[in-house]
């Protein structure tokens, strides 16, 4: 069965380095999201992506956070300046089409943790 | 906007009682809701989906849903607990959009 990808499954940083969190959404999905869960929280939406546009930003996406597909097949969430509390679980999601019949199919997630 | 209201951060039920995890909605067009459970450092598996079709909804592990509109409520349930069923259930709505909506969670504990 397809699935969604993320690498890598844990990252450390440093805080104020850049990360690049990849994710390789289903082939043939042309929606795409990133979520966030800190530890002990709920999933929170972050940003939906399509037609290589942002087609949705929630107010933790701030200037500090960008996304990108630059290759046809991965879709990245880039974080400049990374903070302490960015640590967290990032989720990337795809989906085939909109509607309720398409479903969300979620990715395994990236652990960031930001010392 | 929408949103999900899960009531109760924690349930602890025996092996073999029944599982009741509730989930309230908010929305203002006709909601597409989900229940996933996610086992400790773990991704987001999915339960179950509605999506205006039939009201009681079968999903995986024996689990099932049933969307009340008058009661603006989706409650997960399953008749008879596994200690394999221990993890954490989200409720989410997604709108036309397709971003989902997550409710803060609900941990499971299954006692022997």
């Known amino acids: 069965e397809p699935e969604v990808t993320q690498t890598p499954s844990h990252q450390v940083t440093q805080m104020g380095q850049e990360v690049i969190l990849r994710c390789v959404p289903i082939s043939n999905h042309l929606y795409f999201y990133w979520y966030r869960q800190i530890l002990g929280q709920k999933v929170e939406f972050l940003v939906s992506?399509?037609?290589?546009?942002?087609?949705?930003k929630s107010e933790i996406f701030d200037d500090q956070f960008s996304v990108e597909r630059p290759d046809g097949s991965n879709f990245t969430l880039k974080i400049r300046s990374t903070k302490l509390e960015d640590s967290a679980m990032y989720f990337c999601?795809?989906?085939?089409?909109?509607?309720?019949?398409?479903?969300?199919?979620f990715g395994p997630g990236t652990r960031l943790t930001v010392t | 906007a929408q949103s999900v209201t899960q009531l109760g951060s924690h349930v602890s039920v025996s092996e073999g009682a029944l599982v009741l995890l509730r989930c309230n909605y908010s929305s203002s067009v006709p909601p597409y809701l989900f229940w996933y459970v996610q086992y400790p450092n773990q991704g987001l598996q999915l339960l179950l989906k509605y999506t205006s079709a039939a009201t009681l909804v079968k999903g995986i592990n024996g689990f099932e849903a049933e969307f009340k509109k008058s009661e603006t409520s989706f409650h997960l349930t399953k008749p008879s607990a596994h200690m394999s069923d221990a993890a954490e259930y989200f409720c989410a709505v997604s709108g036309p959009a397709g971003k989902s909506t997550f409710g803060d969670g609900t941990t499971l504990t299954v006692k022997p």
């Open positions: 999601a795809s989906r085939e089409g909109q509607g309720a019949v398409y479903e969300q199919y």
């Open positions: 992506f399509y037609n290589n546009e942002i087609s949705e």
